[in-house]
């Protein structure tokens, strides 16, 4: 409680000086233009009155101006109603990161990101060397020297952002940590993946209707994707201005999965759906595993070169875990890599999260939107599962089909969960594992087409 | 006014042909998986028992019954012999510590009143 009374007392005392320093400065501002003229007359009384008056109390005056000019710099000071409010919001995500565990490892960085380039006089990020980069009219158009050299730290890791090197890496230690053992064993799972991307396009035409870019709408469409890592690259090509919203909308609908998907899925299907059990999977070979990731980055970059950044460091990832020669370097990617890009990666996204960039209409609009995108997606996925079942012989439980979104592994989880209480002897885990890391290929897929034809 | 400036031929034709493409890559890499699948799965190869010709007329005997198994079945056996075995061997105490046993008093185990002090009576 003392500790807490004196906090409130310092805290009370440095606002109560800083208004005092800011009363004077304004009243400076004011006095200022009218004393110009006076301080000729003045200068030549105050020069022959100096010869006599004591050097205390022009000592006294300086102090006093270093501490005025001290607390003008002071962030209570300088800060406005939009920072403030996002410094709320920072605190909010901080609390749901910590505290409801809620995506931690991306919002915790996320959210302090927000925290320290919204504190006023700290310069750690500046919107508006990134505007000056995308300007073509601007001397430093697409200049990182000019970054590096007038930037703060958060400018200079988001070039990491900007030239699109952080989700490439993530994607590495996702690979490297991905068994695509079920996709092998049933292909078929690829078009449960590519069903649940549905949300992506459907997203994008609603954005063109409410008055977004094209370029603007591709990137809030990739959010139905619900891949973190392919959101931010997309993005940060096609629409920089909007990243931070769409970062955060895409990792918190993707902690929120058990809440939004449950209910489409249930509503979608029957208790007698829910309730097939599926066959066993066949076993993989080594060999049909490493020799996936090649064939994959091979036919999928032949025929979309750009989408290769994203699936060509998957599968180099899945490559490395699968074909036990290079141990050291699967390790490093799924542990070492991947925790310092995503500090890295979640500090700067954050830091995009500017008060003027962030507290408009559009955060809100791509917020909607978001969640309709994940929707879509989700009752894609189960409604193709169901079409499946009419025609092949070999049923189809539809719970796996809302797994295609990616958001791995929570999607599959999800399915597994819904599935047990209609059934508890039904084990949907593995099945469910398939339309996932389909969907991983999917969303990389569709952000590769995106990009070539709105980028 | 907004949806009469925005250029929709343009959006449709992303919107079908990006679904319709994605859709296509995606059965492309399902026919490679199923044709390098159907290359590359794993057989394992069983030696069939020699046939013994029955004897005509002779009662089908136990051993000549076929069996399958599901998947959970084996499952299931596998899990019980593992546990069995486990029950069976004898948990060693693998612990090696070198312990001061502190006894309580007892007059019992006291050398005062032991073998020494017999001379006294």
Known sequence: MKAIKYIILSLTMMLSMGIMAQEAAVLNEATAAATAEENLSVQEETAAVAEFAPVGAAEEDNVWQEMLDFFQTMGFINID??????????????????????????????????????????????????????????????????????????????????????????????????????????????????AAQIGIFLTFLCANAFGFTEAQAGSIGIIGGADGPTSIFLTSRLAPELLGPIAIAAYSYMALVPVIQPPIMRALTTKKER????????????????????????????????????????????????????????????NELMNIVVIFLGLSVGATATGQSFLNIQTILILVMGIVAFGCGSAGGVLLAKLMNVFSKEKINPLIGSAGVSAVPMAARVSQTVGQEENPGNFLLMHAMGPNVAGV????????LLLTFLG | MILLTANWSHIWMVTLLGFGLVFLLLVVLIYVLKLFGFIMRPRIKMEKPAEVPEAVGAPRTESSKTITLTGEATAAIAMALHLYYNGVHDEEHTQVTIRKVERRYSPWNSKLYGMNNLHRY
């Open chain 1, 81 to 194: 109603w939009r920072q403030l409010l996002m410094l709320c919001i920072s605190f909010f995500l901080l609390y749901l990161a910590i505290k409801k565990q809620y995506e931690p490892l991306l919002l915790l960085p996320i959210a302090f990101g927000m925290l320290l380039t919204n504190l006023p006089g700290a310069n750690m990020f500046h919107s508006e060397l990134w505007t000056a980069f995308l300007d073509p009219n601007s001397p430093a158009y697409h200049s990182y020297g000019a970054i590096l050299k007038e930037g703060g730290l958060l400018d200079v890791l988001y070039i990491g952002v900007k030239a699109g090197v952080y989700p490439c890496l993530i994607f590495i230690g996702v690979g490297a940590m991905t068994d695509f053992g079920p996709l092998i064993a049933n292909p078929k799972s690829l078009l449960l993946g590519a």
């Open chain 1, 275 to 334: 309730a097939i059990k599926m066959k066993q999977l066949r076993a993989v070979s080594k060999t049909e595993k490493v020799v996936f990731p090649i064939m994959v980055t091979t036919v999928v970059a032949l025929i979309l070169p750009d989408a290769a950044p994203l699936i060509g460091c998957l599968m180099l990832g899945n490559l490395m875990k699968e074909c036990g020669v290079v141990d050291r370097l699967s390790k490093t990617a799924q």
């Open chain 1, 441 to 448: 290929i999917g969303s990389a897929v569709a952000a590769g």
